[in-house]
């Protein structure tokens, strides 16, 4: 039955993933080195978004290994104007500190472009995913895991979402690079 459960949210997770191309409402968090990071410091840049946390057993290891491999990619094509966000899904159990020592385990080519947030409870993020992302979070109350969608989102330079792509497997990190910068010659 828990299969099946897990079957079903990730159809719905893969459904309302295909929606985009809204604009996000302004928020301001705390990212990993205890700034705050908002929608309005934000603008002016394209960025990638996406949803993960420290204790995952699953997916977030993978997409943070996934978005360490993009930053890779655009620094070899010598693209600097960008940030990249990732949304704690489990915000009470995420302190800076717990999120700044899991970023520490990933080769990442520039961490002051990283912004990992968290300062918001969980039913926040989870209205937040649906409101701005179309994407699901939801706690499981069975285990300290939260289920949420894999996606990468391109943000354009006034925080609407321009494009999504799978983070998990099969990631088009060429894809990504070359609309994150078209995003940045406009």
Not at 35 to 45: A, F, T
Not at 102 to 121: M, Q, R
Not at 132 to 155: I, R
């Amino acid at each position: 039955m828990r299969h099946l459960r897990i079957a079903l949210l990730m159809g719905l997770i893969l459904i309302l993933s295909a929606c985009g191309n809204q604009s996000i409402e302004d928020f301001s968090y705390t990212d990993h080195r205890g700034e705050q990071v908002s929608l309005d410091s934000l603008k002016g840049k394209p960025w990638l978004a996406t949803f993960v946390f420290t204790n995952c057993e699953t997916v977030c290891p993978p997409m943070t290994f996934n978005m360490a491999g993009i930053q890779e990619k655009l620094v070899e094509e010598g693209i600097e104007d960008y940030k990249i966000v990732a949304f704690s899904v489990d915000p009470e159990e995420d302190t800076p500190e717990k999120m700044q020592e899991y970023l520490g385990n990933f080769s990442v080519p520039d961490e002051s472009k990283w912004h990992l947030l968290t300062g918001y409870s969980q039913e926040e993020i989870a209205d937040f995913a649906v409101d701005n992302f179309k994407a699901l979070v939801k706690d499981d109350p069975n285990s300290d895991q939260v289920v949420h969608g894999t996606s990468f989102y391109l943000m354009d330079a006034e925080g609407a979402v321009a494009n999504n792509y799978d983070g998990y497997t099969d990631v088009p990190v060429d894809e990504i690079a070359g609309d994150l910068n078209e995003l940045i010659q406009k």
